[in-house]
């Protein structure tokens, strides 16, 4: 039974490592590298959950001497020309695609008129290399010569251990980026920052899905900017239509499994990645408590 057991796994393994090497041929820009320059030698990352205003609120000293990283649609709100942050990343593809459902499109516009507008300090943008082939978000934000825009590999890379270790070295490829929390802590794992912390990653959306009578599956995804309006919608596929249940369930166990790829890569490093979020459902990585935290 073991041998059988074994050969299965490396029959998968196998498996994971051909289709990865597919990817990687056919949809990686092998000379990508991030920007090695940083401020400080640790990061922050700041998710969109419900609880980030809060925390920001109760422990401003918290973002003291650190690198401040935001995602998705955290430039517009209030918070962006407050704390000012030196990196942006996003990973959503309905932020540059043209073929997608009208509400998408609206909100990509309005994201990159902010930040258009808004950003008057260096600002290091990450998005993915398959966005450089669609222009109207570039378009919008190429009269602010204070972005400046980087691209990244998120090609999926699976298999054996010592084959997604060097895909990762080299930035080819990275974890199953399901959620925007994955790039931003490769990149972060890539220009090699000492401590990594993670602020805002609520991530406790299993409580927040319904089904409706006519069995469309609804996800009230709430953020810190939407707390009180935000409403249960279907969850998109790249933009359109709607995931059912299984297709919804399978995307969060998809990130929340990634997440421990990145932690075992992060151990590998050497860099420790501390979530700081009181209450999330991100289990991979240790725990502080910010009343704890000495600045």
């Not at 056919?26 to 000379?31: E, G, M, Y």
């Not at 030196?86 to 459902?101: H, N, Q, V």
């Not at 927040?208 to 998109?236: C, R, W």
Request: hydrophobic share 40%; charged share 25%; with cysteine.
């Amino acid at each position: 039974m073991k041998i059988l057991l074994f050969i299965q796994e490396h029959l998968r393994k196998f498996y994971q490592f051909l289709e990865s090497l597919v990817r990687l041929l056919l949809l990686s820009k092998i000379s990508l590298k991030v920007n090695r320059r940083k401020i400080h030698n640790d990061c922050l990352i700041l998710g969109n959950g419900p609880s980030l205003m809060n925390d920001i609120i109760s422990y401003p000293d918290f973002l003291e001497n650190k690198d401040l990283i935001c995602v998705n649609h955290f430039p517009s709100t209030e918070l962006y020309e407050k704390i000012k942050p030196g990196l942006f990343i996003t990973s959503a593809p309905d932020l540059w695609l043209d073929e997608i459902d009208e509400r998408f499109v609206n909100q990509s516009k309005l994201l990159f008129d902010n930040m258009a507008s808004k950003t008057n300090w260096p600002l290091e943008f990450y998005i993915p290399y398959e966005a450089k082939k669609h222009k109207r978000w570039q378009n919008q934000l190429v009269s602010n010569n204070n972005i400046k825009i980087n691209y990244y590999n998120n090609i999926p890379v699976e298999g054996w251990e010592w084959f997604k270790n060097l895909c990762f070295n080299i930035e080819w490829g990275m974890p199953r980026p399901h959620n925007v929390m994955i790039p931003s802590m490769m990149i972060s794992l890539w220009k090699r920052y000492e401590t990594i912390y993670l602020l805002g990653t609520d991530h406790n959306w299993l409580k927040d899905i319904s089904v409706a009578d006519n069995n469309d599956v609804l996800i009230n995804q709430k953020h810190f900017y939407d707390e009180k309006t935000s409403k249960g919608l279907p969850l998109d596929k790249r933009g359109k239509g709607k995931r059912n249940l299984a297709e919804l369930l399978h995307k969060f166990m998809t990130a929340f499994s990634s997440y421990f790829e990145v932690r075992a890569y992060s151990d590998y490093l050497g860099v420790k990645i501390l979530n700081a979020t009181k209450g999330s459902f991100i289990d991979a990585f240790d725990r502080i408590q910010l009343k704890k935290v000495k600045v």
